[in-house]
């Protein structure tokens, strides 16, 4: 019984730096081959809509919610002004609220100045259009 302990050891000894070293050396050669990789670059520009929308009016909703929601909402103060009171000043003039939203400033010093959202043109104005239609319901 003791022989045969001896010989499984001194097997052991051997195969386990064998099989050792050739891991390590398939490594390398890995570790070679996706060195030579450049790294692909990737750029996260805008929020991905959790919801897929069928409707612009849902969509400019879905958009609404995802950016605008957490800082105004429409008859509250919240972190921003409530959206009845500034939205109506841009009623004639929706090219100026877009800017606006493209382009924050600082209009009021009782709020934090508006972070810029870095939205398409295409859903700023489908913010637009859905802010300004819900603005109705709580005008009339």
Same mark, same amino acid.
Not at 55 to 60: D, F, S, Y
């Given at each position: 019984?003791?022989?045969?302990?001896?010989?499984?050891?001194?097997?052991?000894?051997?195969?386990?730096?064998?099989?050792? =070293?050739?891991?390590?050396? %398939?490594? !390398?050669? !890995? +570790?070679?081959?996706?060195? +030579?990789?450049?790294?692909?670059?990737?750029?996260? @520009?805008? $929020?991905? %809509? #959790?919801?897929?929308?069928?409707?612009?009016?849902?969509?400019? $909703?879905?958009?609404?919610?995802?950016?605008?929601?957490?800082?105004?909402?429409?008859?509250?103060? @919240?972190?921003?002004?409530?959206?009845? @009171? &500034? #939205?109506?000043?841009?009623?004639?003039?929706? %090219?100026? =609220?877009?800017?606006?939203?493209? $382009?924050?400033?600082? &209009?009021?010093?009782?709020?934090?100045?508006?972070?810029?959202?870095?939205? +398409?043109?295409?859903?700023?104005? =489908?913010?637009?259009?859905?802010?300004?239609?819900?603005?109705?319901?709580?005008?009339?």
């Amino acid at each position: 019984m003791r022989t045969k302990l001896i010989k499984l050891f001194y097997v052991l000894i051997f195969l386990f730096p064998t099989y050792t =070293l050739r891991d390590i050396s %398939a490594f !390398i050669h !890995i +570790s070679k081959e996706f060195s +030579s990789l450049k790294p692909i670059e990737v750029k996260v @520009e805008e $929020k991905v %809509a #959790l919801v897929e929308p069928k409707e612009e009016k849902q969509e400019g $909703k879905v958009i609404y919610e995802n950016y605008c929601v957490s800082c105004h909402y429409f008859k509250s103060k @919240e972190v921003g002004p409530p959206l009845r @009171e &500034v #939205l109506p000043k841009y009623k004639g003039d929706l %090219a100026r =609220l877009k800017n606006f939203i493209k $382009k924050p400033f600082r &209009v009021n010093p009782e709020y934090p100045p508006m972070p810029e959202l870095g939205l +398409s043109d295409r859903k700023i104005d =489908l913010v637009v259009i859905y802010i300004m239609e819900d603005l109705k319901k709580y005008t009339e």
